[in-house]
């Protein structure tokens, strides 16, 4: 069934790097999402409604606040497939980020409300009456909502969209949720204690604790969070292979929205060419970012000299003492000359953001180790940190 519907809606559906496939994806779910919890919701509350159960009648507008935050994600998507304009150069992407976090945030304001009713209902219990038709309607409605949660779990990880994955989630919370309304309802047919009211209070608190889950989860993209691991190392990976390079460091990896990145990074590369030749090279490997990656990348010069034999030796050095302290730090723009008759060694080292000595102790323990062996070694050294 979710394949057939994402054959009949999505053309193209394996090519999910391009954006008007993602776009499909997106519009197909907001579309289910529609559809389903409206006829969900309806059913619900003609039942909640006869049988005077909150829990239900609860359950239903959830059901309801589903379908508005599935057509959120219609649009959400919609407009993040906007092309670029002047007052949005890199495009509307995040617009899919903002579309998840308002989902969430209905997902608890919904969660908030149930909270406050189902309080009043155990502080004021009230009878629940419910016939076995009913109750078996109410069984029938948990496996769709177990088919909308694969269909979304699937379309989720397809696109890597974490909207849809958000709409998932809520997909589950309602079975969840669903399935104690049901035995809430057995339950009370054998005691007079508000069990009710109990189980919209848990219902409640479920869906805002996982509302709030999502919106922690969504939030981080908009902040600006550290970029996958593995599109950065298939990035240094691919420049590495490109002419000329000899090495890639400093990357900063900006995200416009899913599979939207802009990028600079310094490109180590022979001084001995002029710079016309620099010029054509690094052109040339942003050209080819483009072309095997979902990234626009600005290639920043490095002259670096590999076949100074003195400068490759102390370079050596220098990489083998910083790797035995921490293996994580990188020795990069590292230069030798000579001042004042004295051999002069100067280089940037990238270290973890939360590093554990402090950045005048680990300049003097590094100097101290490289002028062990050559006391008259004049050496500056830049601490930076890294973004990726």
């Given at each position: 069934m ?7 809606f ?11 496939v ?19 919701c ?15 009648s ?7 606040s ?15 497939a ?18 998840g ?11 908030l ?62 079975i ?10 057995i ?9 009710d009211?109990?189980a919209g ?7 805002v604790?996982?509302g709030?889950?999502?919106i ?12 996958d ?8 990976t691919?420049?590495?292979e ?13 995200n416009?929205g899913p ?21 054509d ?13 979902p ?11 590999s076949q100074?034999?003195e ?6 050095r ?18 030798l000359a ?37 006391p ?13």
């Amino acid at each position: 069934m979710n394949e057939l519907l994402i054959q009949l809606f999505v053309k193209n559906n394996k090519d999910t790097t391009l954006p008007s496939v993602r776009t499909a994806y997106g519009i197909l779910a907001g579309w289910v999402g529609i559809f389903s919890n409206i006829v969900l919701c309806l059913v619900k509350l003609v039942i909640g409604i006869f049988s005077g159960s909150i829990a239900i009648s609860a359950d239903a507008v959830n059901n309801l606040s589903d379908a508005g935050s599935s057509a959120i994600t219609l649009i959400g998507f919609k407009m993040a497939a906007k092309p670029a304009d002047d007052e949005h150069p890199f495009g509307h992407g995040r617009i899919e980020y903002v579309a998840g976090l308002v989902v969430a945030i209905i997902i608890v304001a919904v969660g908030l409300n149930f909270l406050k009713t189902s309080f009043e209902r155990i502080i004021h219990p009230a009878e629940v009456e419910i016939t076995a038709v009913a109750l078996l309607i109410l069984l029938l409605t948990l496996p769709v909502k177990l088919w909308m949660f694969f269909f979304y779990r699937k379309v989720a990880r397809r696109i890597d969209s974490e909207t849809v994955h958000a709409v998932a989630f809520d997909s589950l919370s309602d079975i969840l949720t669903t399935s104690l309304v049901i035995l809430s309802l057995i339950v009370s047919r054998f005691t007079d204690l508000p069990v009710d009211g109990c189980a919209g209070l848990l219902v409640a608190l479920f869906i805002v604790t996982g509302g709030i889950k999502v919106i922690r989860e969504i939030i981080n993209p908009l902040l600006g969070e550290c970029p996958d691991r593995r599109i950065v190392d298939e990035l240094k990976t691919r420049l590495m292979e490109c002419e000329g390079i000899e090495g890639v460091h400093d990357i900063i990896l900006h995200n416009y929205g899913p599979n939207r990145y802009f990028a600079t990074a310094h490109a180590e590369v022979s001084p001995n060419t002029n710079a016309v030749y620099l010029h054509d090279i690094l052109e040339a490997a942003e050209v080819e970012i483009a072309r095997r990656l979902p990234i626009r990348l600005l290639l920043h010069c490095d002259p670096f000299s590999s076949q100074n034999p003195e400068l490759k030796q102390w370079r050596t050095r220098t990489e083998d003492i910083i790797g035995a302290l921490d293996p994580n730090m990188q020795v990069y723009d590292f230069r030798l000359a000579e001042q004042e008759n004295r051999p002069h060694i100067e280089f940037s080292l990238l270290i973890p953001r939360k590093y554990s000595r402090a950045e005048d102790k680990l300049i003097q323990k590094i100097t101290g180790l490289l002028q062990k062996d050559h006391p008259e070694l004049d050496v500056k050294i830049e601490l930076t940190y890294s973004f990726v």
